[in-house]
């Protein structure tokens, strides 16, 4: 076993595309670190994923839009949620301003 490691080291200064980490995949379970900057999805995509997934805002701020909701959700620090698989949507900004870090599950129907 190693150490601890830190979901804030090692971001880095330029950010031109999203970075997106695994920190541990487990069959169906996939755990991954996202760090964005400005980016967001283009307006014609929608992810629609095959897992559901937990996404939690750690540091920053950005905005979340479902297919079937006329407004964005807007997230900061400590807010999380769980997207079920096949739920549309996209993400329609992300501070421009600094790193906005989010953590990611992806699991299957539980």
């Known amino acids: 076993m190693t150490g ?5 080291f ?3 200064a330029d950010i031109p595309e999203e970075i997106f980490e695994t920190i541990v995949e487990s069959g169906q379970v996939r755990i991954e670190r ?3 900057r400005g980016q967001t999805t283009p307006q014609d995509l929608w992810y629609d ?6 996404v939690v805002l750690l540091k920053g701020s950005a905005g979340i839009l ?3 909701e006329p407004e964005p959700i807007n997230l900061l620090p400590g807010d999380y949620l ?3 698989a096949h739920h549309r949507h996209r993400v329609t900004r992300t501070d421009d301003e600094g790193p906005t870090v989010w953590l990611a599950v992806h699991y299957p129907h539980l």
Do not use: K
């Open 49 to 54: 994923q095959d897992l559901n997934e937990l």
């Open 82 to 84: 769980v997207i079920p």
């Open 10 to 12: 090692g971001i880095p």
């Open 4 to 8: 601890p490691n830190n979901l804030f």
């Open 66 to 68: 479902f297919e079937t």
């Open 34 to 36: 996202i760090i964005s």
